[in-house]
């Protein structure tokens, strides 16, 4: 059976998508910066930082196996005007939500060229189809994930790799309900309800589901694609 990592496997999108895998039978280790414990199947990095990263694979890798399937769910939000957008924060979001992606694709792609069969799914955000005021360095973040997504999909599928984005729209995870508390999502989750065709928020295993599908055998032939999972906000 076929051995995953999922990135920001301790919460939310990402905690979804392990327990979605696991029940499929697939072996899962995840990566995430608040991990705790002795398990080598949890294990605790900053996917901002090579060095950790590729220590949490090597683990992992030795617990389960060659690693031919990833899902990189990591990831931070921002919220700040642009004017007041410092450096050191813009560099941030950007950090761990594509450089993170960068470093744990390189630290994968080694089993999965071994094994001339891969399944990377990359979460970005429907944010970057629709633009969104305050949010400058995550969308350009999550821009470029898309990018990078359909680069990869072109480089690698000779090498039987597959590379795909899952774009979510308004998920109900701690990530999405602190900005609610914040009151940064321009109206409350309920609200914006209201405005979603399906009339109800995105939940964790709606986003699972399409990774799923993703990384199956039967999506050999789905390549370089950036599936929305919004409930329609964005067609
Ligand atoms: P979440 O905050 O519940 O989970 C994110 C996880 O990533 C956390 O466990 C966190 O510890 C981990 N993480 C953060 N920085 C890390 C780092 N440097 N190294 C390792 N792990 C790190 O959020 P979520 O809503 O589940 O988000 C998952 C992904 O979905 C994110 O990439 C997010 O940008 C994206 N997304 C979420 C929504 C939404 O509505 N929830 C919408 C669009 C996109």
């Not at 999965?112 to 979460?123: F, K, S």
């Not at 109900?172 to 508390?181: F, I, K, Q, S, V």
């Not at 009151?183 to 928020?201: A, D, F, N, S, Y």
Request: one cysteine or more; aromatic letters at 6%; glycine letters at 12%.
């Amino acid at each position: 059976m076929k051995t995953a990592i999922v990135t920001g496997g301790a919460s939310g999108i990402g905690l979804a998508v392990a327990e979605r895998l696991r029940s499929q039978g697939y072996s899962v280790g995840t990566i995430d910066l608040t991990s705790t414990g002795d398990d080598p199947l949890a294990q605790a990095a900053d996917v901002t930082d090579r060095a950790q990263v590729d220590t949490a694979f090597a683990a992992i890798r030795e617990a389960l196996g060659p690693i031919t399937i990833l899902v990189n769910a990591a990831g931070v939000d921002g919220f700040q005007k642009f004017t007041r957008l410092g450096f050191d924060e813009w560099y941030k979001v950007i950090d761990v939500n594509l450089n993170g992606v960068f470093h744990t694709i390189q630290a994968a792609l080694p089993d999965m060229l071994e094994a001339q069969w891969g399944r990377i799914v990359n979460i970005s955000s429907s944010s970057a189809h629709s633009g969104q005021p305050y949010m400058a360095h995550y969308v350009s973040a999550k821009s470029a994930v898309n990018g990078l997504t359909k680069s990869l999909a072109l480089e690698l599928g000779p090498q039987g790799i597959t590379v795909n984005a899952v774009p979510p729209g308004f998920v109900d995870t701690p990530m999405l309900r602190t900005a609610e508390g914040r009151k940064l999502l321009g109206g409350t989750v309920e609200e914006h309800i209201q405005r979603t065709p399906v009339r109800r928020v995105g939940r964790p295993e709606d986003i699972a589901a399409a990774c799923a599908f993703l990384i199956s055998e039967d999506a050999g032939y789905i390549t370089g694609q950036i599936l929305g999972v919004n409930g329609g906000r964005n067609t």
